[in-house]
């Protein structure tokens, strides 16, 4: 089941978030930065021990002082810039790394739409497909898209209502 959520991921209250991360790991602006003020500096402490990773994959660290229990940071950008083969195989690897983990829910930000500056419509379809390719029983059975502001919420409402 995928649902949207508009607000700051931040405050999700379930067993992961996924932060838009860069391939080093390194927590500094946008969603990154969000998590590194609000979840405290172990999660970079975290980052900096499984770092660099390479962009499309994923890497899994505590959430700190965040109200969800974990953070998959998944390298949509990094040594090369958001593509929607990074968008799709950083998702992927998200979804992978979290059922391998037995976490079943799962909220993600649209990935490398911030600083990286990826079209924001055409990341949703990418990461929906993703994520309906990589669902499977026993898996991460409730992901939430969050859009930060109402019309981000909205386009990811359009998007999973025509995209079978």
């Given at each position: 089941?995928?649902?949207?959520a508009?607000?700051?991921?931040?405050?999700?209250?379930?067993?992961?978030?996924?932060?838009?991360?860069?391939?080093?790991?390194?927590?500094?602006?946008?969603?990154?930065?969000?998590i590194?003020?609000?979840?405290g500096p172990?999660?970079?402490?975290?980052?900096?021990?499984h770092?660099?990773?390479?962009?499309?994959?994923?890497?899994?660290?505590?959430?700190?002082?965040?109200?969800?229990?974990?953070?998959?940071?998944?390298?949509?950008?990094?040594?090369?810039?958001?593509?929607?083969?990074?968008?799709?195989?950083?998702?992927?690897?998200?979804?992978?790394?979290?059922?391998?983990?037995?976490?079943?829910?799962?909220?993600?930000p649209?990935?490398?739409?911030?600083?990286?500056?990826?079209?924001?419509?055409?990341?949703?379809?990418?990461?929906?497909?993703?994520?309906?390719?990589?669902?499977?029983p026993?898996?991460?059975?409730?992901?939430?898209?969050?859009?930060?502001?109402?019309?981000?919420?909205?386009?990811?409402?359009?998007?999973?209502?025509?995209?079978?």
């Amino acid at each position: 089941m995928i649902r949207v959520a508009q607000g700051a991921i931040t405050g999700y209250a379930g067993s992961a978030i996924v932060n838009a991360a860069n391939n080093r790991l390194i927590l500094g602006a946008g969603v990154a930065g969000a998590i590194a003020r609000q979840g405290g500096p172990g999660i970079q402490d975290e980052c900096s021990q499984h770092g660099p990773i390479k962009v499309g994959e994923a890497a899994l660290t505590g959430a700190g002082d965040l109200p969800c229990r974990f953070v998959i940071h998944a390298a949509a950008m990094g040594d090369e810039p958001a593509s929607e083969r990074s968008i799709r195989a950083a998702t992927r690897s998200s979804m992978l790394l979290a059922a391998g983990h037995g976490i079943r829910d799962v909220a993600f930000p649209i990935l490398g739409t911030g600083v990286a500056g990826f079209p924001f419509r055409r990341a949703v379809e990418l990461m929906v497909e993703a994520i309906r390719e990589t669902s499977a029983p026993g898996g991460v059975d409730d992901v939430v898209l969050y859009g930060f502001t109402s019309s981000a919420a909205e386009t990811i409402r359009e998007v999973l209502a025509r995209t079978p």
